[in-house]
Every structure is written in C-alpha cells, then in structure tokens.
C-alpha cells in the first residue's frame, strides 16, 4: 500500500529555514502528483503546495515567495523548502498524494487527496 513518512520538522527562529522531505513507497512515484497541507491547532487544514509529476506546482498564497516545492522522481521524494519562517508558518505539515491529479481549484482542497503521512511538526518562535 501507499506510505508517505514526512521529515525534516523541528524548531526554527523567525526568518529561518526548514527543508522537509517525504519519502513515498508502495506508488510509481514518477506517476502521481504530489501536495503538502498543513494544520494549526484549533485551525483547518490548509493547502500549501502541489506538484504534478510534469512539473506544474500550485502554492497558497500564504507561502508564495518563501515556499518551494520539488522532486526527486530517483529517490521516490518530494520536498517543502521553507525560507523566511513566520510564527504563523506553526503546524503540523502532511504529506499526500491524490489518486488522480486534481483540476483546477481542487488541487486546494484536501477531499481531493487520498493518501496521507502522519505529519512534522514544525514550530516557529519569535
């Protein structure tokens, strides 16, 4: 079956950086799509950025700017670069994968995910 193990979370200062990395097994990696969402206690989870398996990436808006997402079809791994961290930037962060790539506004919500980790916590403090 899918698994999706997410790393890289951890404790960082305002204005710093984290990589997070989500290694992904039981799919042909270089076939599917993959997304980070993210959620902050009391808070929905949120859509922070996709990729298609050709390359086309979606951000929220929120991230733009200091967020990159990317692959490493080799290494069956997706990554969230993270720079210029705000304490709003605080949640835990998922990995997922959709069973068919979204359209249009659905890459943004979460119904149109399938597959999902168990989530990094990453923290930011001022």
């Known amino acids: 079956q899918v698994q999706l193990v997410e790393s890289g979370g951890g404790l960082v200062q305002v204005g710093g950086s984290l990589r997070l990395s989500c290694a992904a097994s039981?799919?042909?990696?270089?076939?599917?799509?993959m997304g980070w969402f993210r959620q902050a206690p009391g808070k929905e989870r949120e859509f922070v950025a996709a990729?298609?398996?050709?390359?086309?990436?979606y951000y929220a808006d929120s991230v733009k700017g200091r967020f990159t997402i990317s692959r490493d079809n080799a290494k069956n791994t997706v990554y969230l670069r993270m720079n210029s961290l705000k304490p709003e930037d605080t949640a835990v962060y998922f990995c997922?994968?959709?069973?068919?790539?979204?359209?249009?506004?659905?890459?943004?919500?979460?119904?149109?995910?399938?597959?999902w980790g168990q989530g990094t916590q990453v923290t930011v403090s001022s």
């Open positions: 039981g799919l042909t990696f270089s076939s599917y799509a």
């Open positions: 997922t994968v959709p069973a068919k790539p979204p359209y249009g506004s659905a890459w943004y919500r979460g119904d149109s995910y399938d597959y």
């Open positions: 990729i298609h398996w050709y390359g086309t990436i």
